[in-house]
């Protein structure tokens, strides 16, 4: 198994951190509605792989479908709106992020 590239989150580490469930997580790679920015798998073989910008982007899809909008709504609203953005979206919808701290949770989860 190559080691995986620095900066870069397996499915199961977004799970672990923030509760998103990996089919969840596949769910909107297999829809379009994320793009995995370090690495697409396309076998089983592979992993997906993901920076910390795209972990703010699949939170924002996850908490937006979770207060009642459609996966494929959150998405495209997701899409179209810049990170920082995203962040104040996040905070809309019950959750507050800060990037510098999700990067070094995950960091530190990883390094485990």
Avoid at 46 to 74: C, H, P, T, Y
Wanted: proline share 4%; net charge positive.
């Amino acid at each position: 198994m190559r080691p995986r590239p620095s900066g870069s989150y397996a499915p199961r580490d977004i799970e672990k951190l923030f509760g998103v469930k990996r089919n969840d997580i596949q769910s909107y790679i297999d829809n379009g509605f994320i793009v995995p920015s370090i690495h697409r798998a396309y076998s089983r073989k592979e992993m997906n792989l993901f920076s910390a910008d795209d972990i703010v982007g699949i939170i924002a899809i996850r908490r937006l479908s979770d207060i009642g909008l459609s996966r494929r709504k959150a998405a495209e609203l997701v899409r179209n709106t810049s990170n920082g953005d995203i962040v104040w979206l996040n905070s809309i919808v019950g959750i507050c992020i800060d990037f510098n701290n999700i990067k070094k949770e995950i960091d530190a989860l990883v390094a485990t």
